[in-house]
């Protein structure tokens, strides 16, 4: 099999375009917060840290529909989304 062969001027060009792409995909995607709210899951124990209180709590108001949370195995997990709109929500 050949090898291809590229000056060094191709390669710096080449070098350059990837990374301008990289940087505005990079920075299309920090600007874009509700992606990044609706990837980020808490476990219950996170979720209990995080609002003060007992982890069987969270599991109360998971389980009587108050906080919104899903089971995709084992565990429970919240969405950052589900997280903040239970605090806007029961702690006005």
């Given at each position: 099999m050949d090898k291809l062969r590229l000056h060094p001027d191709d390669l710096k060009a080449i070098s350059d375009n990837v990374s301008e792409s990289l940087s505005g995909t990079i920075t299309e995607l920090?600007?874009?917060?509700?992606?990044?709210?609706?990837?980020m899951v808490f476990t219950v124990d996170e979720v209990a840290v995080i609002?003060?209180?007992?982890?069987?709590?969270?599991?109360?108001?998971?389980?009587?529909?108050?906080?919104?949370?899903?089971?995709?195995?084992?565990?429970?997990?919240?969405?950052?989304?589900?997280?903040?709109?239970?605090?806007t929500t029961n702690f006005k």
């Open positions: 920090l600007g874009r917060k509700d992606l990044v709210e609706s990837t609002m003060k209180c007992h982890k069987t709590t969270v599991l109360n108001h998971i389980e009587k529909g108050i906080l919104k949370a899903s089971k995709p195995g084992k565990r429970w997990v919240i969405t950052q989304q589900d997280l903040n709109d239970y605090k």
